[in-house]
């Protein structure tokens, strides 16, 4: 009997030690296998050749992946001087056009000036144009100007407060959610009206968020450029100064302070004219009335008074 569990054991050992060897073999295989997976990993097959992709370009699609995803707003200002405002304007308006954008507001003003062929229109254009588009709109409006007397360019990132906006949005309505889910259980009146004026100020903060979230999606992708159309001002001629300029300057300075002189006098009298006829005289009449009256009454009175007696 004994020998009968020996041979039942050594019996038992052998399979187990056969059963062993093959999964030690099959290490060896699948350490093989392995390495070629990792290699795989590091290349692209298009058809039956593989291609190796190099780590460094793969960096750079992900920071140029990155860098297009980020949200900017571009503003500029110009101000350019050309010689008709009209016809810089129509271009302006096209440029915007061409590059996807439009003008928001455009004002025209007179300029002031006592020559009347000086008194051209300053114009003032509000551009929006898309923000991948900007710079070639921008070059462009710039190349229209004989002169820039003011260029001005500005950039804010605000990546951060968007991706702070999509976070708090979305933990807003995750809230919401919950309030929703306490509303659908809610057995009293007075719990379900507590978590529905939770639930109201919620939607209203959602909405804020999202409003905001909007506005600056519109312009980041949409960029402002304010255009300043003016043309060229008069160049002022500095002459010398000598006695014969001087000598002449006094006499036209002479002859203008006399003129002023003459004016103001006949100006004085012409506006003369009206006040008297229409109040100088009708007080005089009425003061000479009076007069006259006050003067009959004391005479009257004189004669009244010894016949008194």
Do not use: W
């Not at 707003?73 to 304007?89: C, K, M």
């Not at 939770?198 to 312009?219: C, H, M, S």
């Amino acid at each position: 009997m004994k020998t009968v569990i020996i041979l039942l054991l050594a019996l038992l050992s052998f399979s187990c030690a056969a059963a062993d060897q093959p999964g030690a073999t099959s290490a060896p295989v699948a350490q093989k296998d392995a390495a070629p997976a990792k290699e795989v990993a590091k290349t692209q097959s298009y058809g039956t050749q593989p291609q190796q992709v190099s780590l460094t370009e793969v960096d750079k699609e992900g920071s140029t992946a990155e860098a297009a995803e980020r949200k900017i707003i571009r503003n500029a200002d110009i101000t350019i001087e050309v010689p008709s405002t009209t016809d810089a304007q129509h271009k302006v308006i096209s440029i915007a056009e061409r590059h996807s954008g439009f003008v928001v507001t455009s004002e025209a003003k007179q300029r002031e000036s006592n020559d009347p062929a000086q008194r051209t229109l300053d114009i003032k254009l509000v551009v929006r144009v898309p923000s991948n588009q900007f710079g070639s709109a921008f070059d462009e409006i710039r190349k229209l100007a004989g002169n820039t007397p003011e260029e001005q360019v500005t950039s804010q990132d605000v990546t951060e407060d968007f991706i702070d906006l999509e976070a708090r949005i979305k933990t807003q309505k995750a809230l919401e959610a919950q309030f929703l889910e306490i509303m659908r259980g809610a057995n009293k009146i007075a719990d379900a009206l507590e978590v529905q004026r939770q639930l109201a100020e919620v939607r209203t903060d959602i909405e804020k968020l999202e409003g905001r979230k909007r506005f600056l999606e519109n312009r980041s992708s949409l960029s402002t450029i304010n255009v300043n159309i003016s043309t060229p001002k008069p160049v002022i001629a500095v002459t010398k100064a000598g006695f014969g300029h001087s000598l002449r300057e006094a006499v036209s300075d002479s002859v203008s302070m006399a003129t002023n002189i003459a004016l103001f006098f006949a100006r004085f009298v012409i506006m003369m004219v009206p006040i008297s006829l229409l109040i100088l005289l009708p007080a005089g009449l009425l003061v000479r009335y009076l007069m006259r009256r006050a003067k009959r009454m004391r005479l009257a009175q004189a004669l009244a008074t010894p016949g008194a007696d």
